[in-house]
């Protein structure tokens, strides 16, 4: 076995401040004006797109690069705005290679896609840059009144598709501040300048929308006394609970849940302050396993490693991912599984880890293990839903909560979407896409 160091090596300020700020810095930097009217003349403008199919907000992808084309930001803005109005969060985190880009006629026949995210975000970090407000009018008031419960991708969307309808609503959000994911929970380098923050306020612009934070489902939110006192309820809660490893030892100094320690990142003044073990070993295949990886890694990490238990071409992470992981130094180690958290003195010290291999599709243990020194080991393995908060009367399925296809629950007047529903993909612009169907169904139903 492995000989282990037996003190942890956890240190804060590893780099100099230029390295902080080298690392952390945009990941693709906003595209001039030139560099996007260039781009923009590659696209065909197709018939029928595929990039349009392949988006799950369906948006008019053509008509927006056209109008970039023709010296129109502003407009192309609108246009993806009508479709996704967090659509510049969604310019820098959506997986555009498995998407959109994945399906471009020029990817295809030349392997080099229109970048149609970077000039997506073009488009709206210019509109956002010269308005304050959204581009939408608000309706005459309805009178009537939804709780949205969650401010992340699909609060939000919802919450603004309704009041552009003329609802009014109150948005409510378990966290100190508004954006879910978006503002705790993704990579740092790929949304710098507070963007998420400033996104929820343009959101919110449009008005008839009162934001309540410190809000929890299950703690001083109850959905029986929202039903009681709403027209409609909308929830969009996400995945609250954290899976666990199942291992003796998690309960040691340096076991740490990755979506906590992304959020504290993400929250950081300084990130000269925040501790990080010289020896990180990632449990996951997902974003969460390449986002937490790559950022300690950016922190000043030496040895960094993601442990899979399955080949690489079954991690969730997409292969830019992947790739971006591997080219910031973090190793990826596939068919191996956490076996035993190895400690001493209450801190983790190695982790032992068992190959792995598949016989007639199932996973199952060598017996062969491999043991890592490592300082922190982050469990990136998936997320769940809290079932207590919702109590009594909400239908569910494999830990989800069901919903049919305009995102309306068993209930009669609640509906649901992003991370807390079954089917859904863990994606920002696919919870945009909930949210909105989800408006359009409630503004059919309190219009009827």
């Known amino acids: 076995m492995t000989q282990t160091k037996a003190t942890p090596d956890i240190a804060a ?78 310019a820098r985190v959506c997986p555009t290679e498995t998407l959109c880009e994945q399906v471009c006629v020029r990817e295809v026949a030349e392997g080099k896609p229109v970048k149609i995210g970077q000039l997506q975000r073009y488009a709206t970090d210019h509109y956002m840059r010269e308005n304050d407000t959204t581009p939408f009018e608000r309706a005459a008031s309805t009178g009537k009144r939804i709780a949205v419960v969650g401010a992340g991708p699909a609060g939000l969307s919802c919450a603004h598709r309704l009041a552009v309808h003329g609802h009014d609503v109150v948005l409510f959000d378990a966290k100190e501040k508004a954006g879910g994911l978006n503002e705790f929970g993704i990579a740092s380098y790929k949304s710098v300048d507070n963007f998420a923050a400033r996104e929820v306020e343009f959101v919110l612009s449009i008005g008839g929308i009162e934001l309540k934070t410190g809000m929890r489902l299950g703690d001083n939110l109850d959905l029986a006394e929202l039903r009681s006192s709403y027209d409609a309820v909308f929830l969009s809660i996400g995945l609250g609970g954290v899976n666990a490893l199942g291992l003796d030892g998690e309960d040691k100094d340096g076991s740490l849940d990755a979506v906590d320690y ?3 990142l993400r929250q950081a003044n300084d990130l000269s302050k925040l501790p990080v073990g010289r020896r990180v070993v990632v449990i996951g295949g997902g974003m969460t396993a390449v986002d937490i990886a790559v950022q300690t890694s950016l922190l000043g990490a030496e040895d960094v490693t993601i442990a899979y238990r399955r080949g690489q071409d079954r991690m969730n992470a997409s292969e830019y991912e992947q790739h971006l992981a591997q080219t910031s ?55 769940t839903l809290v079932q207590s908060d919702l109590g009594d009367g909400v239908a569910l399925e494999k830990g ?22 079954l089917g859904g993909e863990d994606l920002t612009v696919t919870a945009v896409e909930d949210g909105k169907i989800a408006a359009e169904s409630i503004n059919a139903a309190l219009s009827a």
């Open 13 to 90: 300020g590893r780099l100099s401040e230029d390295a902080y700020t080298e690392n952390f810095s945009d990941l693709h930097p906003l595209l001039e004006p030139h560099e996007a009217m260039v781009e923009a003349d590659r696209c065909y403008f197709c018939y029928d797109a595929p990039c349009m199919q392949a988006c799950p907000t369906s948006i008019d992808i053509p008509q927006f690069i056209r109008q970039i084309s023709t010296d129109n930001p502003t407009g192309s803005a609108k246009t993806i705005f009508e479709q996704n109005i967090l659509g510049g969060m969604c």
């Open 262 to 264: 992304i959020a504290d």
């Open 329 to 383: 130094g973090v190793k990826i180690m596939t068919w191996a599984q956490p076996k035993t958290l190895v400690g001493a003195n209450g801190s983790i010290t190695a982790i032992e880890l068992e190959r792995t291999a598949e016989e007639d599709g199932r996973l199952v243990g060598t017996g062969s293990v491999v043991t890592l020194p490592a300082d922190m080991v982050f469990k990136a393995v998936g997320q």
């Open 400 to 421: 989800r909560i069901v919903v049919d296809e305009n995102r309306k629950t068993n209930l009669a007047d609640v509906w649901a979407g992003g991370d807390c529903v």
